[in-house]
């Protein structure tokens, strides 16, 4: 085991900043000045998914949070962060929730066995799976059971997102859409799963503040 790996990683960086510079002798100069993204990426923290090298973009173009099976959790302090970051204060154009196909969150989510900590993180898929239960067990083959359950476990993310008070907020003050999407670490192409949410008519209305003002605390 080579146990100074790491170095590697501060080397790469160095050639990469020099390539920057080497196209562009201003490209940190313009990055510095100013943070305007028009996308939030709610990815999975996968190794395989980056969220700029798959959608072929450049730093500064994408707000990211990844966690694992990328989930929306409603008590996550650091979602409701940087989603409130993004949308309030960046004021992103579009969430984009991306999952992936063989996720291994989810498809540890399938099994009946503790997995450590992350054990009760898993659980929120869970709950997917039994709400979409009939669905998925009329699907005999284990992987593209797995696969449909990435593909409902970004939809329910999607919903997730709709139910909070900061992005109703921002559909009554601002434009917002929410996309659902799913990432195929076969073949590296995103499936747009045709999921936009863009007011609160697409969650029930027993999830709906019909009293937010714009200026309340969270
Ligand atoms: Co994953």
């Known amino acids: 085991?080579?146990?100074?790996?790491?170095?590697e990683l501060l080397s790469g960086n160095k050639r990469w900043a020099l390539s920057k510079l080497q196209d562009d002798p201003n490209y940190f100069?313009?990055?510095q000045a100013i943070q305007r993204p028009e996308y939030l990426w709610i990815g999975c923290s996968d190794s395989r998914v980056p969220a700029n090298e798959v959608?072929?973009?450049?730093?500064?173009?994408?707000?990211?949070?990844?966690?694992?099976a990328n989930m929306v959790v409603?008590?996550?302090m650091n979602l409701l962060s940087v989603l409130d970051y993004a949308v309030t204060v960046l004021k992103v154009k579009h969430v984009i929730v991306c999952g992936h196909y063989g996720c291994g969150g989810v498809k540890a989510a399938m099994e009946s066995l503790s997995f450590g900590f992350v054990d009760s993180w898993l659980r929120n898929i869970k709950d997917v799976y039994v709400k979409y239960f009939k669905e998925l067990e009329a699907i005999s083959d284990k992987?593209?059971?797995?696969?449909?359950?990435?593909?409902?476990?970004?939809?329910?993310?999607v919903r997730n997102l709709a139910k909070t008070k900061i992005v109703q907020r921002a559909w009554r003050n601002d434009e917002?859409?929410?996309?659902g999407w799913v990432y195929g670490l076969n073949d590296?192409?995103?499936?747009?799963?045709?999921?936009?949410?863009d007011d609160v008519e697409n969650i029930d209305s027993i999830y709906r503040y019909n009293n937010l003002q714009g200026n309340e605390q969270l």
Do not use: W, Y
């Open 143 to 157: 992987e593209a059971r797995a696969d449909r359950l990435v593909e409902l476990n970004v939809i329910e993310q």
């Open 1 to 7: 085991m080579n146990m100074n790996s790491h170095l």
């Open 188 to 197: 590296g192409i995103i499936k747009n799963l045709e999921l936009v949410f």
């Open 55 to 68: 959608t072929n973009t450049a730093p500064g173009d994408i707000f990211v949070h990844r966690n694992i």
């Open 176 to 179: 917002l859409k929410v996309h």
């Open 29 to 31: 100069k313009k990055l």
């Open 74 to 76: 409603h008590t996550d």
